[in-house]
T-cell receptor, first 114, second 114 residues
């Protein structure tokens, strides 16, 4: 149990375009999901906390107009990178919080902006 | 702000031997959870073990155990009978704050030598 999926697993987009990443909890409902960014050989940095039915809470330094987060249902949160630039290239990971405060992670999405 | 320190960027252990990964953190909270996650080359985050701060007894999960020293704010992970499959990046992650978000340490890259 407690499986989280992400789609796509890998995406290449051109500079200036937008890309959407989906995060789904497959076998449980998650009122809270988290979005992280990870650069090579670095740790996970929390970008935002996504709560179902309300606005996301962004960490300091994260542009909320650039990284749009929508948590429309108890099993789906989306991250849209708008007007992507090469510096947005990274590995994006989502997680969903279970009942015991544990976080279950998706497999991640590798974004490359050319 | 919470800070998490993993002072060992890299560690190596001989197969079947025991290794301990260190983690210290800073928080003003009294009720929180602590986790160790591993990230193999696939980059999928895998929960290794969790500890509730209110419990004095150290958590154990098969070959994995922790040494939790609440007053010292220390949370080390011991891996016994190391196996080749244990090779991964290990992250210490206290869970604190109103949204129970994880704060990740910088990670320890563990190599298991055959």
């Amino acid at each position: 149990g407690a499986v989280v999926s992400q789609h796509p697993s890998w995406v290449i987009c051109k500079s200036g375009t937008s890309v959407k990443i989906e995060c789904r909890s497959l076998d449980f409902q998650a009122t809270t999901m988290f979005w992280y960014r990870q650069f090579p050989k670095q740790s996970l940095m929390l970008m935002a906390t996504s709560n179902e039915g309300s606005k996301a809470t962004y960490e300091q330094g994260v542009e909320k107009d650039k990284f749009l987060i929508n948590h429309a249902s108890l099993t789906l949160s989306t991250l849209t990178v708008t007007s992507a630039h090469p510096e947005d290239s990274s590995f994006y990971i989502c997680s969903a919080r279970g009942e015991a405060y544990e976080q279950y992670f998706g497999p991640g999405t590798r974004l490359t902006v050319t | 702000a919470q800070t998490v320190t993993q002072s060992q960027p890299e560690m190596s252990v001989q197969e079947a031997e025991t290794v301990t990964l260190s983690c210290t953190y800073d928080t003003s909270e009294s009720d929180y959870y602590l986790f160790w996650y591993k990230q193999p080359p696939s980059r999928q985050m895998i929960l290794v073990i969790r500890q509730e701060a209110y419990k004095q007894q150290n958590a154990t999960e098969n070959r994995f155990s922790v040494n939790f020293q609440k007053a010292a704010k220390s949370f080390s992970l011991k891996i016994s009978d190391s196996q080749l499959g244990d090779a991964a990046m290990y992250f210490c992650a206290p869970q604190m704050g109103s949204a129970r978000q994880l704060t990740f340490g910088s990670g320890t890259q563990l190599t298991v030598l055959p």
